[in-house]
């Protein structure tokens, strides 16, 4: 598996980002202000994430997201371990993310990787995004704000 930045004349893979965030809108707005990373792997883009710089310190992780047919399989924790490693190549101090509360797997994978919980964004889910979202057969309500230093 290699991650590579995209290029701008590239499309993003949106088929694969909507699988960490239903929003297209939403989506399109943070691809187009921030850096999209895609892992490929035998010619096929396998998984992305997005880093949206938020002041000249700080950088946000967005949609990590991996293929379902090979979720399971540590590229999540990859990508995530890439992300860091390219936010402290930028020299960026403070590397953001947020998850659903139902997003279990992806809590326990952040805080793996060393992020620690900050904040909790009440309705977040139920107040900017128009379907009800539900994961792990929890309703997805809140985001849960996580950072780690670097």
């Known amino acids: 598996m290699q991650v590579r930045k995209m290029k701008a004349n590239e499309k993003p893979p949106m088929d694969l980002l909507l699988l960490a965030d239903p929003s297209i809108d939403k989506i399109e707005e ?22 949206l710089r938020t002041n000249s310190d700080n950088v946000e992780l967005m949609n990590v997201a991996v293929a379902e047919d090979l979720q399971g399989n540590g590229i999540g924790k990859e990508l995530v371990l890439d992300a860091i490693q390219v936010a402290e190549n930028e020299g960026y101090t403070t590397l953001h993310v947020a998850t659903g509360n139902s997003s279990i797997g992806q809590l326990a994978l952040y805080q793996k990787c060393g992020f620690r919980i900050v904040g909790v964004d009440h309705d977040h889910f139920i107040v900017h995004y128009p379907e009800e979202i539900f994961e792990n057969g929890i309703q997805c309500r809140d985001r849960i704000l996580m950072t780690r230093s670097l």
Do not use: H, K, M, T
């Open 30 to 51: 943070y691809v187009e202000n921030g850096d999209c990373f895609v892992a490929e792997s035998e010619q096929r883009i396998i998984g992305a994430y997005v880093l």
